[in-house]
């Protein structure tokens, strides 16, 4: 839909220091797109290292003005609010980033425009989260593919499933293998120009959204298949649709390495030890469809907010629980996961 070419402002307001800033945060690391500035008036006039410890060294600013001054030519809503809901108080700034000629890229579940298109000249919204008007009913016809499924899975929602996903995906194409990324939510549908708005479509219809967007990868070796979600998470039904529509092959699990609990409203419930955590996605792999038997074949570890001597240890102690290789892709690098992956070829 838009030009690599195209600069882009990351509208981050009240975001940039926690983790309903994901979308940001992603799109900092992986855009195509040159990234002018990121919206946050309570870190204006710093850039992003300067703020929160990020490496990068992208302005901070207070104001839409600010951003198209900068030449912005697309604004991306770096914000992922509880429920994927449209804050009222983003009406006025979102309002005049249009009428000044930006476009948007909305990854939120509200469709902007019919919200806001009244306000649109030769820009245009894209709703990342818009599903197709119906999908197929899955029948397990991943499981005839000759090529090798590797799905993220995670401990908690936000645990680095499509970072990690992206991160191996890259490494894999630097070493001219064959591999596709299917990306399930509204970060990777962003940054890759496509993909399945899993949390959107019809829970009858969403394995059968996941299958036909794997079999669309058949031409592949290696197919990387980004998660949502989690098993033990009382309001996910994500992944399940994930295993069932994709018949994956192997697991690669992700997890923050400094959460026992999961995260916020949710915290009363512990996360499960990592070795039997394991062991139920892979039982209940094995009777989605009850076609194709999950390997996880190593563990991405996030590890961010540990000094690196923790975060070493943490490592090798999961390692040692678990008997797989285990990383922090962002950290240290995918080498480690890299091979896991090149093994099962």
């Excluded at 410890?53 to 001054?69: F, H, K, M």
């Excluded at 399945?196 to 079999?215: F, N, S, T």
């Excluded at 540990?306 to 080498?335: C, E, S, Y």
């Amino acid at each position: 839909m838009f030009n690599s070419s195209q600069k882009i402002c990351i509208y981050m307001e009240g975001a940039l220091d926690n983790d309903s800033g994901k979308m940001g945060f992603g799109l900092m690391r992986f855009s195509k797109h040159p990234i002018v500035c990121v919206i946050d008036s309570h870190y204006a006039g710093k850039t992003v290292q300067e703020a929160v410890g990020l490496s990068y060294t992208i302005p901070v600013v207070a104001t839409v003005d600010e951003a198209v001054a900068m030449h912005s030519e697309i604004m991306v809503l770096g914000i992922a609010p509880s429920g994927g809901k449209f804050p009222e108080e983003w009406d006025k700034p979102i309002s005049h980033a249009l009428k000044n000629g930006l476009s948007l890229i909305n990854g939120l579940h509200d469709d902007l425009n019919k919200r806001f298109g009244h306000l649109l000249n030769h820009n245009v919204i894209w709703d990342v989260r818009k599903p197709k008007p119906s999908y197929p009913i899955a029948t397990g016809k991943a499981a005839q593919l000759k090529n090798k499924r590797i799905l993220m899975i995670g401990t908690d929602m936000a645990a680095g499933k499509m970072t990690a996903g992206l991160e191996l995906y890259a490494a894999l194409k630097k070493k001219d293998i064959n591999v596709g990324f299917v990306p399930t939510g509204q970060i990777g549908i962003t940054l890759m120009g496509n993909g399945i708005p899993l949390d959107a479509i019809k829970v009858d219809q969403a394995a059968g959204a996941v299958e036909e967007a794997v079999l669309e990868q058949a031409d592949k070796d290696i197919v990387i298949i980004e998660g949502q979600g989690s098993l033990a998470h009382p309001g996910s039904t994500a992944t399940l649709p994930l295993i069932r529509g994709s018949q994956a092959t192997h697991f690669i699990l992700c997890h923050k390495a400094f959460h026992d609990h999961l995260r916020y409203p949710v915290s009363h419930v512990p996360i499960p030890p990592l070795d039997e955590f394991i062991k139920l996605n892979e039982a209940v792999a094995n009777v989605c469809g009850s076609q194709q038997q999950a390997k996880t074949i190593g563990i991405a570890l996030n590890t961010y907010g540990m000094d690196a001597k923790t975060a070493q240890n943490k490592i090798h102690d999961i390692q040692q629980l678990t008997g797989l290789p285990t990383t922090d892709v962002v950290r240290f690098g995918t080498k480690e996961l890299s091979q896991a992956i090149q093994g099962v070829i």
